[in-house]
């Protein structure tokens, strides 16, 4: 079943054949992140899958075969020599308010695992009447390592840390995302973006958090803004906690001269620009 999944330029059924669990999973020393990155066409899939669905896509030709020509900007694809297209599908969905993200991409030495989740509509959400094939794309490297799918819980505790500047001559703002399983650069500063890749450092969301000060966490929920007045409006950094449903949104703005009592969230606005500052450098 496992040369199925390296079938080109057709749409197969995962569930039955690919899906990851202990049983099938080998053991084959310990995983490393996949370096991954989102990927977003502007062209649309000529046939929407009837089914849970993967596809791998490996050349110019095969995007022109499978997508609709873009209409409106011009989209630059990956150098096909060194990476792929990997699509993966839910199938028709009855209506809006659905999702498929892949959250993870590991690998040993002897296959690729992408772990995804789904996601319903809320409870009273107010979605479109019309079926909808909820999609997600990304950019892997060139491999001949079979590729396995495994169904995750989402992740819903992680911070986005970023910088920012409203003098910049340039695009010098930066934003990142930290978690459990994965560290990410959004290329575009934009959280809800598909361009982002993910980056070869070693997660350490739980060493983030203990450095998080308790005047930090006794706003929960909250959004808030730290800022001098006195000084220039020159931009600063930021930080969204989730935690599960509930996010804390603070900005530190000119945060230089702050009022008594507050000496922890500097230190702690320090350490936030230092963790920017070495990401920046990071591939």
């Keep these: ?14 569930w039955s054949c690919t899906e990851a669990s202990d049983n099938n999973l080998e053991n084959c020393g310990d995983t490393t992140n996949v370096l991954y990155e989102g990927f977003s066409y502007c062209g649309v899939l ?11 896509i490996n050349s110019n030709e095969e995007v022109q075969k499978l997508f609709t020509t873009c209409q409106t900007v011009a989209v630059a694809l990956p150098d096909f020599t060194q990476k792929r ?21 590991v690998e040993d030495n002897c296959q690729i695992t992408v772990e995804y989740f789904e996601k319903e509509p809320q409870k009273d959400e107010i979605v479109t009447t019309a079926i909808t094939y909820p999609a997600d794309y990304v950019l892997l490297p060139k491999s001949n390592k079979p590729i396995l799918f495994k ?3 989402e992740i819903v505790d992680y911070v986005v840390i970023g910088r ?19 560290t990410i650069r959004f290329l575009i500063g934009n959280t809800t973006s598909a361009s982002y890749e993910v980056l070869g450092v070693k997660e350490d969301f739980s060493s983030f958090v203990s450095h998080i000060p308790q005047e930090f966490l006794a706003l929960k929920g909250q ?5 001098n007045d006195l000084i220039a ?14 996010v804390t949104d603070i900005k530190f703005t000119n945060f230089n001269n702050p009022e008594k009592g507050q000496e922890n969230l500097v230190k702690f606005m320090d350490y936030i620009y230092s963790k920017i500052s070495f990401l ?3 591939k």
């Design 223 to 227: 959004t808030k803004e730290f800022k």
């Design 151 to 153: 169904k995750v819980k």
């Design 233 to 246: 409006d020159g931009g600063g950094c930021f930080i969204e906690y989730h935690q599960g449903n509930v």
């Design 164 to 182: 920012y500047s409203f003098f910049c001559p340039s695009n010098c703002s930066s934003t990142y995302r930290i978690d459990d399983v994965k």
């Design 85 to 105: 297209i990997l699509g993966l599908f839910a199938g028709p969905k009855p209506t809006g308010g659905y999702a498929i993200k892949i959250q993870a991409v």
């Design 280 to 282: 920046d450098a990071s």
């Design 46 to 56: 000529k046939e929407n899958p009837k089914q849970p669905s993967f596809l791998i």
């Design 1 to 14: 079943m496992k040369n199925l999944i390296l079938m080109l330029f057709v749409v197969l059924p995962f």
